[in-house]
């Protein structure tokens, strides 16, 4: 497949259009995608447009929020018109919503209104809710079909519904009654009825739920798809499988983002400017630069036990990092344990008595370790020794319990645990390592 | 659902088994494992049998793998061959691979000679390949048979096979000729043969293909299953989209605990012994604390400076962890973005030049603030104001590019980028901002 990439690019260099067009019939959607970001982004449209028919609405969709603003502005109306109308509904409400206002009313212009409304309304749905990623094309059956005639209607619309593996048993009101699996309807007698074998005990999402939480019960249970309903459990659309991989990743990458004191963004790195960047980054890092002012203030406060011995300053760099790190260890492992539903509030008490294990054992290694090398390989002299092991040892424990707690107390009030990542905790766990390093300095230097 | 649980485990702990017994039918899988996991441990194995012989096999498989030899090693040879019957391939191999060798044993024991060959090849697929995660319950077809027979097949064995919805063109030797969709069998005409409407050009995946890319794969194409062949384009199997669902959270959570310097485990938490907790923890400790002497000695070797101004040492913090910060936050960028193939080694180029831009704009706004509550909040003159300010300027571009840089570049070399995390990015970062420091404050303060 490299191989006829590379190919097809050589032929774009050298404006053979008609080759491309022809070697494209070859090429797959995603490896399209792929020679489409690479070109130059005035040489986007005129590349799209060599794509065959049949393959281009399915390209444009794939294609960032920043291609698709390109082309759209570039293409004609009917151009437009001829994608939208074999877009999946969910995938035509992904590309508005990407688009700015104006491209949406140019888009939408010819449209039916009943069209236009339904589109405005799912337009409306929260981002990462239920609503914003359900599709509308599922198959419906009703519950005195019978297999044959359910077999029958799917022969004639499956073509354009999304997913016909599940069918939606609704009511004339389309009131969700039950679920039949296209398994079912092939491996069952022609004559019986839907209702006999319909599974009636659903599980089902309402069309606010978050997206995160519809992706869990996705994981949990195995499904394919599933409904989408409102507050009167009438059926709104459905959530398929393909849609749910893509929130899990990013929910994932929300959660490496904030975890390192960035403002999430879902825009894919090489597509964001680096002033989108920028500001995504440096509010956390002036709020943690002024909140280290802390450790500034802890330091002058004890600035005589420091004149009186400056080898203590050379440790201080080890001290931070290994407290830093030892709560990372922590807050990663408890975050990532409630974003995937494997901990939650009512365990802290495990969690925080697990921890204080893992913490003493830690820190009687790495004390051991840290006496060691002090000993034998830097000029200080015991007392310095102790203070730095000792230091050591508390800090270490002390960041395990701050670094699994803080993030399920973050949790039990509803704020994102991701929050109290890294960055945060090793803030707080500086300002201690350093107070109890002075203070038991004073204590074994006498001072 | 919540009630329903809490009533059972009210009943539980009543032991009035026969009401629960009753009262299981009405709750599904995922509620029935939580159910036994909140119990204590010798309560579980009574727990398990209580569930509907229907449901039981489905539990086990779900829960966790100490759970699983729990149960194992308590109930007689009989069960244990009843729940293996039910199974689908995968979920048999994944149980296997939990247990340990003695209770392999004891389950295949009593299969026939041809499976437990299967079963032993399928042990033997390394660990995180396509080969271990597929299964072996897909529907076969032939190139020459018809539509209705096809259908009528599918009828005949479909209840046996985990997806019905892909169907497989082999040929007598099992070499893999297409695919068809349950779909197009259902709205094609019955005369039709397979091979007319077979799509030839095939997505696979090979047998030691890693799991990570078969799940890229998945999220690119929006695939329902996937088929694994052998060297000799034989079918092996096909790996369904639930278990790569699976997968991906997998590798999230690895690369979360790599990237928070810690050996990965896919051991849920709160099965994890603390003392298996602390030995994935240790290791990177200790190394990143002996590397943190490093500073150590940077900060002896510049002694005459530290003595000369005592003031210097309450920074030290806030330059550290400002240093840190950021290029945790370029590393855990481009470290997130490789793990979703959206950025690759071909473009280090634009990612270093595009994080020197976000570098020099954040560190424009941090060293004006940082200069502005020095100047009003702290005793420092002008001469240590600048040090810290110009080393802060610098350090923050430092710090983007070293985070930008080294995950492309251990990907080049085919190590994990996630290596490149944080805590090594931090500890690299700090020797430089402490060298710079120094040399800096030696200038302006003309020491």
């Not at 449209?111 to 198959?139: C, W």
């Not at 009131?175 to 074998?197: F, N």
């Not at 945060?424 to 107070?435: C, F, G, K, Q, W």
């Amino acid at each position: 497949m490299e191989d006829t990439m590379n190919e097809i690019l050589e032929l774009f260099e050298a404006k053979r259009y008609k080759a491309i067009r022809e070697a494209l019939y070859q090429v797959d959607v995603p490896h399209m995608v792929d020679m489409i970001e690479e070109l130059k982004t005035q040489d986007r449209v005129l590349f799209f447009r060599l794509i065959p028919k049949d393959s281009a609405a399915e390209v444009f969709t794939e294609l960032s929020g920043e291609n698709q603003r390109i082309i759209v502005s570039a293409i004609s109306d009917p151009e437009i018109q001829e994608i939208m109308n074999v877009l999946y509904f969910d995938d035509k409400i992904d590309v508005l919503e990407e688009l700015p206002a104006n491209m949406v009313a140019k888009i939408l212009k010819n449209t039916s209104k009943s069209e236009r409304q339904l589109i405005n309304q799912f337009l409306n749905y929260p981002v990462d809710s239920a609503g914003s990623i359900m599709t509308i094309e599922y198959v419906a059956l009703s519950r005195d079909m019978t297999v044959r005639e359910s077999l029958a209607h799917i022969k004639e619309v499956g073509l354009t519904r999304e997913t016909i593996y599940t069918c939606y048993v609704i009511s004339p009101t389309k009131v969700l009654e039950g679920i039949v699996s296209l398994r079912d309807l092939v491996t069952q007698e022609l004559d019986v009825r839907i209702e006999d074998i319909m599974q009636e005990d659903v599980v089902f999402v309402s069309t606010w739920d978050d997206q995160e939480d519809v992706a869990r019960l996705f994981r949990d249970y195995g499904f394919m798809a599933m409904p989408v309903v409102d507050g009167e459990h009438r059926l709104t659309g459905i959530v398929t499988v393909d849609d749910i991989i893509e929130v899990i990743e990013e929910e994932s990458t929300e959660d490496f983002q904030i975890m390192a004191a960035m403002t999430p963004s879902d825009t894919p790195y090489l597509e964001t400017s680096f002033w989108h960047l920028a500001k995504n980054r440096i509010t956390w890092l002036v709020i943690l630069m002024l909140t280290a002012m802390i450790t500034g203030f802890i330091i002058t406060g004890f600035n005589d036990v420091l004149q009186a011995s400056v080898i203590l300053v050379s440790f201080i760099p080890m001290l931070m990092d290994t407290g830093g790190n030892a709560g990372n260890q922590a807050s990663t492992m408890i975050i990532r344990s409630i974003a995937v539903g494997e901990v939650e509030f009512k365990d802290l008490s495990k969690v925080v008595a697990k921890e204080f294990a893992v913490g003493v054992i830690v820190a009687v290694g790495m004390a051991s370790v840290n006496f060691l090398r002090i000993y034998f390989l830097t000029p200080a002299d015991l007392a310095v020794n102790l203070t730095v092991t000792m230091t050591l040892f508390i800090t270490v424990i002390f960041a395990k319990l701050v670094g699994s707690a803080l993030p399920l107390l973050a949790y039990r009030i509803k704020l994102d645990p991701a929050i109290m990542a890294s960055p945060l905790i090793t803030t707080i766990v500086d300002a201690l390592a350093l107070t109890l390093y002075f203070v038991i300095a004073k204590m074994m230097l006498g001072l």
